[in-house]
């Protein structure tokens, strides 16, 4: 079923986007996965980073990130956690108040290539939402509330300044940045009628104010929008109906992608465009545009794709296996993110699978861990 959506913009934004094409639904079902004998890897010196005997086919390394940069612990929990393609920025919130000289409650981003940890927005409010970064590292966004409304505000990091990018609506759900951070998917209902159930996807280009809508939704319930880093899809859920959708710039709203037979949630759409994960039932479904296919992962709660789409991060459903699990959808292998309770979200895979990060209270998976806290850890792949 194809549904035609309420769109307005400029032609300056016309530009930006580029056309792809329709797709149907065909299903099959991944290999059993593999793994090899368990690898290492060490790294002298390094007071929290710990060698690991994960299995796989990739040495691998963990370090703890929700750390000062003398190494201090943090006194308080630090979450939402999400990392650049390249690796190099990691974002998360923390309501620690000794990881900089501020008080708990802020938005912080590591630049893991010179090892330094920067405080940006504070995080307003218990509800708000997890921070997204953009590709490139240079910008950040978080929520938090203004007046009883939910509203997003803009860190540029490398300046570590911050400003409110929207001042009406109330946001449903965590926004979505494009590749260079220009363009922000994002869930607004209005605040003219702030007890409407409808609600707006939109599209606003930071640098100039405009904006487009995608389409309109007749009730609050979630749809978490997730935009591609070349501006031309956005994927999205009607939470009412259970489907999901793309929104592609050639050809309007495309949809539902799972079927009329099966109830669907979205997870998160690939950086390139090329693959939608979604969840439905107890599995975690993988749909590719370019071949109009979906590769099934059983037993599997989804979590996250890598930019390229080709690993998915996923938690088994299952008994006696590890919390977090990196899969390879080319060749159906696995890899051991964590053994340890722990959690994850979108944009928490770095490109072609080489860093993971999660959240964890456990306290053995680094040395020395001690605060009785839950921390942001990266698990490197070598």
């Known amino acids: 079923m194809r549904r035609r959506t309420n769109w307005s913009t400029t032609r300056r934004v016309r530009a930006v986007l580029g056309a792809a094409v329709a797709v149907c639904a065909v299903t099959a079902v991944l290999p059993g996965s593999a793994s090899a004998e368990p690898a290492t890897t060490a790294e002298p010196g390094a007071t929290h980073t710990a060698t690991t005997g994960i299995a796989g086919h990739r040495a691998t390394s963990v370090e703890r990130v929700s750390v000062a940069n003398d190494g201090t612990q943090a006194n308080d929990h630090s979450t939402h956690a999400s990392i650049t393609p390249n690796g190099r920025h990691i974002v998360f919130a ?17 630049d893991q290539r010179r090892g330094h940890l920067t405080r940006h927005g504070q995080l307003l409010g218990e509800q708000h939402h997890p921070p997204t970064i953009s590709n490139n590292g240079e910008w950040a966004l978080y929520s938090g509330y203004l007046q009883h409304f939910k509203q997003m505000y803009l860190a540029e990091v490398s300046r570590s300044t911050g400003s409110l990018l929207r001042t009406w609506g109330n946001h ?20 003219r009628d702030w007890t409407t159930s409808d609600q707006r996807i939109l599209v606003m280009d930071r640098a100039t104010g405009a904006e487009w809508t995608i389409t309109w939704l007749s009730h609050s319930l979630p749809s978490r929008p997730s935009i591609s880093g070349d501006n031309r899809r956005v994927a999205y859920q009607d939470a009412k109906t259970e489907d999901v959708f793309i929104w592609d710039w050639g050809d309007d709203v495309i949809g539902p992608i799972e079927g009329p037979s099966k109830a669907a949630e979205i997870v998160q759409l690939s950086d390139d465009g090329s693959k939608v994960v979604y969840r439905s039932g107890s599995d975690t ?9 979906t590769q099934v992962v059983p037993d599997a709660r989804g979590l996250a794709i890598d930019p390229t789409g080709r690993y998915l991060l996923y938690a088994p459903q299952i008994a006696n296996r590890p919390s977090l699990v990196l899969r390879d959808l080319r060749t159906g292998t696995e890899e051991t993110v964590a053994d340890k309770p722990a ?5 928490a895979v770095s490109a072609h699978g080489r860093d993971v990060v999660f959240t964890s209270a456990a306290d053995d998976i680094v040395p020395d861990d001690t605060n009785g806290k839950t921390d942001v850890f990266v698990r490197r792949f070598h």
């Not at 926004?175 to 209005?190: E, K, T, Y």
């Not at 479904?285 to 296919?293: C, I, K, P, Q």
């Open 285 to 293: 479904h993988v749909y590719e545009l370019r071949t109009s296919t």
């Open 172 to 191: 449903q759900t965590q926004p979505s940045l494009d590749a260079d951070g220009r363009l922000i998917a994002f869930v607004v209902i209005p605040k």
């Open 94 to 110: 923390s309501s620690a108040d000794n990881l900089t000289s501020s008080r708990g409650g802020y938005m912080y981003v590591r």
């Open 343 to 347: 959690s994850a979200g979108t944009d």
